[in-house]
């Protein structure tokens, strides 16, 4: 335990400089404020670096890419390989491991040692490895790396400890299983094939022993030849030569026949005893022709062949469809009998298996379901049925049903919040599925002792929410909301404008902001729409309200006082905002017809929504003069004061919406009045527009307010005095209007959205033709104090003019699509900024006015270009780079203080932007129910700025003794509840209000600023600068997160080079600095997400969900939450044949492998061939086993105990039997002495 104390006496607005010279600190009017009086601030803080450990706790979702199948038939466990070296073994519900091969080599084939615990695995990069799957994270134990040979296929008979491996030049290696080293008992092509055979058989595609002797090897060529290896004799007891080439080979399990699936789509049946020709040969989905042939058909890509006791055969085989049949699904055919069934699937066919309950190939299969593993989805069918259902998955396989586009963890969610959201799913799920038991029961799994209600939201491209329970480390869907149920459909008649105004992905989620308390609900789509839902357990006829916000403002070009010393400033005489502009020459086209209007279209009339979340308000941002509206880039949301506040590269808009009313409609730069701390002024208007607007200083108090951007359906006309201001003044102030347009392009790690594509002014397009498509700058540096600063680099990036005729955006790139590889350089090296960033793995896409002059800038030609980043320094790109737009980044609402004189908090907004730059709004919000539905909010900027460096991320507030204060929220209720007479229902506010928990209401309270280079703690009311870390120079911080762990708080981020941080709050000290993951990839940037209890998460890949701790404490307790993958059972003893079923049948013939593979009979194998590489399978299950040392050791002393007790008794025992011995030996030698000298007849 730590205390630090800061003295706060004598303390001013006059600000610390930080090295660069830059204030840290500002106020609204510059002034110095009176003294805090003499006090000490004592924080005791008790995080140390030693509660925070990084560690990967399970992954949910599809394997992506997979390759490979294989299944345990006694332990009941499925493995499945991963075409980037993944390996995901899945049991009983609660049972699921994600392993990694650290080559990240793709798995070709997997293969379990039946019962004993292990998995043996083949890679691409020609390595078998060894898993111990007797610990809760498998680890490798052995591996053997071939030098010479690619491996093509494995086998590993039942109960054997040799594994026979197929390889691409048609040779049979045989590997030991305990050891890992080859046996010199080799299978030569050369040798297996006739000497008369002048071609190369080709690789090995099967091996498999005879059911009927084990001593029997049928090895498959893929050309079409089929060799039976007797491994005794070291010779072929009949070779086969097929003219189709061979897939894939299945037993009778009599040993007596085997059928093989071909190239041509046939499948042929072969007996042992005439090997000439195939007794059988049919096309199972080839029609005959009227010429008599057959109809070409694709090939049989895999066969089983699995006998049943009670019913006829299962054939069992995936592809075979006839060619002419364009536009089939991919299909797996099952034939019983004569029945052919077909089952068409959503996806390719990856591999198979069909499962069976005995481990012995040489008795009755008995199948009772076939696992289906496709590219996207993994399903079981049940085969005792004859309609064959499949099983419903209890694994969710389907995050990725539609691309993840964003993500939301909230841990420790109020109790009764996750039932609720199941009872009403489960309302909506799909029925048809096998009554019977999930099939896969393997593992043990049990819930962990330190559990609490966790919750995952994710977002996703066709504007679905899906809310997961992610308790005890697992997930399970809860309930599905649909947010384009809200808009109408496009009319036929529409389709070519609907394809000019919308993307492919038009209803794509961006951003997600829930408040678990009171159970509300708002989303930000992609079309610039934002949708707030509420909660109800009842359905409800309602209509929803959708409010229109006009959020597309132009500013001026950022100079310097010296340039505009001659220029005349003249007011405006309107005294509210600018007169509309003529339309500019590029104006006259389609787009200029586009005005005031939304992207999509509510649906306008009453609607019957059923229990669950049901939307009521939407508030959407119109096209304004042809342009159409910028994304949304931050949102917040306060169910207690009824306020939802968003905000873009544009400006700011807060909406109430208990009130439905657009409260404040903003341009970021009106915000601040003279308080800008850049003092940006006008200069000379764009050459084809008339200027009509002046300047004029703006005071504090003073709001420009636009009553065109304020409509609303349900309210009056908005004026200016609808804040209810006492202090304004309605004094004339300016719209500050632009002249130049800026191609610099900018997004937000919280933007799950496209990038636009950006116009040019005529007189740029040869500046960029300088940079070849980057829109770049140099890292901009502090300006000395008194002089305009020039907005560039990272801190003010701004979106330009979309060209004419253009469309506004491209498809919706999702989470899940985000997929660039990226040079070492740039993952070693950093980016200088977060645009730097962005821009590499976006794919920018500008183009100029001209029509005939377009640069686009596509993900096909970013990625077949040198994807550093390079920073010009060329004078066009400063030309570029000098003309920026202020961006709001991130918003929230906290009962704070809005002035350095205010005494008691309020309601405040506070308000961070891509400069840097923070902006405190309070409010005045009626405290009383029935006047708070009637009454307007008032809504007042006071200019009040502190500053940062780089885009503001996060904000938080403490109070005096360090603990979290968290936002007020009201009480959920359900609205369509009939109200009681007696008692009418009343909305139930709770406050966490700063002086809640200290002694005087004016104590104040401590404000956390996060940014993407640094962290600032503020004390409030006074604005002064307490504590300040520098998080990094040469990245940036994608996310960051104020997290409760260990009972205390800290700020965690993310940077874009990989590392995670914690620091300590109020003091700022790093607590952890961890090169966790590197940021290869968009997915992981717009997907990673904190929470509190030490844990967080982001898309690992297109289908799988990642979640880590960085908590000591977690780390410590995983062994307990994970789950068991081995269980000791029995392994079942073999069937007894009868003797005349083996008499007649012919018995299985048993041999000793170990002496003919062993190194006494085959010998060693070359050093050559094989390195055998020692794995860290048993030190990683020391580790893991490590977790309770002094429980493990009082076992141990149990065990020694019993054993020291049994060896005791034994000896016992021991003694007792040679005493009898002796007895008997006496009593017997007394007999023979006695009946010694007795002739035969006397006995």
Not at 702 to 718: M, N
Request: with cysteine; glycine share 6%; charged share 20%.
């Amino acid at each position: 335990m730590k205390k630090f104390r800061k003295v706060l006496d004598g303390l001013t607005t006059s600000s610390p400089v930080n090295p660069g010279g830059s204030p840290v600190c500002g106020s609204a009017a510059g002034t110095p404020s009176t003294a805090l009086t003499p006090r000490e601030l004592e924080i005791q803080e008790t995080l140390m670096s030693e509660h925070f450990q990084i560690c990967k706790t399970v992954r949910h979702g599809f394997p992506y890419q997979p390759t490979a199948l294989a299944f345990d038939p006694v332990q009941k466990i499925l493995a499945i390989g991963t075409r980037s070296g993944g390996v995901r073994l899945l049991g009983r519900p609660g049972v699921d491991c994600h392993c990694q091969h650290e080559s990240g080599a793709a798995v070709l084939q997997l293969q379990f040692l039946i019962n004993e615990g292990a998995l043996v695995t083949a890679c691409a990069d020609d390595t078998l490895h060894l898993w111990n799957l007797r610990q809760r994270r498998p680890a490798i134990l052995h591996s053997l790396k071939f030098n010479r040979e690619r491996i093509t296929f494995c086998h590993l008979p039942f109960q054997s400890k040799w594994l026979y491996v197929g390889t691409e030049r048609g040779n049979t290696h045989i590997v030991n299983i305990e050891s890992f080293v080859l046996s010199g008992y080799v299978i030569m092509w050369n040798k297996a094939i006739e000497l008369s055979t002048k071609t190369h058989p080709g690789p090995v595609v099967h091996l498999s022993d005879s059911p009927k002797d084990e001593g029997k090897l049928l090895i498959g060529f893929e050309s079409g030849t089929i060799v039976m290896w007797d491994l005794r004799a070291k010779r072929a007891d009949f070779r086969i030569y097929y003219d189709e080439a061979i897939h894939s080979v299945s037993w009778h399990h009599e040993g007596r026949q085997f059928m093989c699936s071909h190239s041509d789509g046939s499948l042929s049946m072969w007996n042992l005893r005439n090997t000439a020709k195939p007794f059988q040969v049919t096309f199972p989905h080839g029609k005959t022709q009227r010429d008599g042939r057959k109809e070409s058909c694709k090939p049989i890509l895999k066969v089983e062949y699995k006998t049943s006791r009670n019913s006829d055969a299962f054939v069992v085989f995936s592809g075979g469809l006839s060619y002419d049949k364009a536009g089939r699904r991919p299909t797996l055919t099952i034939m019983h009998g004569k029945a052919i069934t077909v089952l068409e699937m959503d996806y390719p066919i990856v591999d198979f298996l069909v499962l069976c309950d005995t481990p012995y190939l040489n008795e009755v299969q008995e199948p009772y379901a076939v696992a289906v593993l496709l590219e996207k989805d993994f399903v079981v069918v049940d085969l005792s049925q004859s309609n064959f259902p499949i099983f419903e998955n209890p694994y969710p396989m389907d995050i990725h049903e539609s691309p993840v586009t964003c993500t939301a963890y909230f841990a420790d969610c109020p109790p009764d919040i996750i039932p609720v959201l199941y009872s009403i799913g489960a309302k909506h799920k799909k029925t048809g599925y096998s009554h019977k038991e999930w099939p896969l029961r393997g593992g043990t799994w049990t819930v962990g002792s330190q559990t609490y209600p966790e919750i995952i939201i994710t977002g996703h491209a066709d504007g679905s929410i899906k809310f997961w329970d992610a308790t005890a480390i697992t997930l399970q869907m809860l309930y599905k909301l649909k947010t384009s149920k809200v808009f109408e459909k496009p009319k036929s008649g529409d389709v070519g404008r609907s394809a000019e105004l919308v993307e492919e992905d038009p209803y794509a989620i961006q951003m997600i902001n829930w408040c678990p308390q009171s159970r509300i609900f708002c989303v930000v789509g992609i079309s610039a729409h934002v949708i707030l839902y509420r909660f109800s357990k009842h359905d409800a006829n309602t209509a929803i309200t959708s409010l229109e916000v006009r959020l597309q403002c132009e500013m001026e070009d950022v100079i310097s006082p010296s340039d505009t010393e001659n220029t005349p400033c003249f007011s405006d005489p309107s005294g509210l905002s600018p007169q509309p502009q003529p339309p500019s020459p590029r104006s006259h086209t389609p787009d200029s017809v586009r005005d005031s209007i939304p992207r999509l279209k509510v649906k306008d009339r009453t609607i019957r929504m059923p229990p669950g979340y049901q939307a009521e308000l939407v508030v959407q941002l119109l096209w304004v003069d042809g342009e159409p509206p910028q994304q949304i880039t931050s949102l917040d949301l306060n169910s207690a004061y009824g306020l939802l506040a968003l905000g873009n590269c544009n400006g700011l808009a807060v909406v109430d919406y208990l009130q439905k009313t657009i409260l404040l409609c903003m341009n970021t730069l009106e915000l601040y009045g003279s308080a800008d701390p850049f003092q940006r002024l006008t200069r000379s208007p764009r050459k084809n527009r008339q200027s009509t607007s002046g300047l004029t200083e703006l005071s504090d108090n003073q709001v420009s307010l636009d009553p065109e951007r304020s409509k609303s359906p349900t309210s009056a006309p908005y004026t200016p005095s609808l804040h209810n201001d006492p202090r304004g003044t309605g004094e004339p102030v300016s719209n500050l209007r632009s002249c130049h347009y800026s191609p610099v392009f900018y997004l937000l790690d919280n933007v799950k959205g496209p990038g636009r594509k950006l116009s040019l002014p005529t007189d740029l397009k040869t500046d960029l033709d300088h940079v070849n498509g980057h829109c770049t700058s140099p890292t901009s540096q502090p300006c000395p104090t008194g002089r305009a600063r020039v907005l560039g680099g990272t801190e003010g990036p701004r979106l330009a003019r979309r060209g004419a005729g253009r469309p506004p955006f491209r498809k919706a790139q999702s989470a899940a699509c985000m997929e660039v590889s990226l040079p070492v350089s740039s993952l070693t090296e950093g980016y200088p900024s977060r645009r730097a960033m962005l821009q590499q793995l976006h794919g920018v896409s500008m183009y100029s006015h001209d029509e005939h002059h377009i640069t686009t800038y596509s993900w096909s030609e970013r990625e077949s270009r040198d994807n550093s980043f390079s920073r010009s320094r060329s004078s066009s790109v400063s030309s570029i780079d000098r003309e920026t737009k202020e961006a709001v980044t991130t918003l929230q609402f906290a009962e704070s203080y809005g002035c350095k004189s205010d005494t008691l908090p309020t309601p405040c907004l506070w308000v961070g932007t891509s400069l840097g730059l923070v902006l405190i709004i309070p409010m005045s919000i009626p405290m009383d129910e029935q006047e708070r539905q009637e009454d307007p909010v008032t809504v007042a900027p006071t200019g009040t700025v502190l500053m940062l460096k780089s885009s503001v991320l996060r904000f938080a507030f403490l109070d005096c003794g360090g603990a979290l204060i968290n936002s007020p929220y009201e009480v959920w209720r359900d609205q369509h509840v009939p109200d009681v007479p007696d008692r009418p229902r009343k909305r139930k506010l709770v406050n966490f209000s700063p002086s809640s928990s200290q002694e005087a209401s004016g104590d104040g309270h401590l404000a956390v600023v996060c940014s993407e280079k640094q962290a600032k703690v503020f004390f409030m009311p006074s604005q002064a600068c307490l504590f300040v870390h520098n998080i990094t120079e040469s990245s940036f911080v994608l996310r960051a997160d104020v997290v409760s762990v260990c009972n205390s708080v800290c700020l965690a981020c993310f940077c874009a080079n990989g590392h995670i941080m914690t620091l300590s709050l109020p003091s700022l000290r790093p607590l952890l600095d961890v090169n966790y993951l590197p940021l290869t990839d968009m997915r992981i940037a717009r997907t990673f997400c904190f929470t509190n209890g030490g844990q967080a998460l982001y898309l690992c890949s297109p289908t799988e969900m990642q979640r880590i701790t960085y908590s000591q404490e977690m780390c410590d307790n995983l062994q307990e939450m994970l789950g068991e993958l081995f269980t000791p059972i029995e392994t079942p003893e073999a069937q007894n044949r009868g003797f005349l079923k083996g008499f007649f049948g012919g018995n299985t013939q048993n041999f000793d492998r170990e002496e003919l593979f062993g190194e006494a009979a085959a010998g060693k194998a070359s050093r050559s061939l094989a390195q055998h590489i020692p794995g860290q399978g048993g030190l990683e299950g020391m580790k893991a086993a490590a977790g309770g040392v002094v429980g493990e050791l009082a076992r141990a002393r149990i065990a020694l105990d019993e054993r020291g007790q049994r060896l005791g008794e034994l000896e016992e025992r021991t003694a007792l039997m040679m005493s009898s011995a002796d007895t008997f030996s006496k009593h017997a030698h007394e007999l023979m002495l006695k009946c010694k000298d007795k002739k035969w007849y006397q006995f």
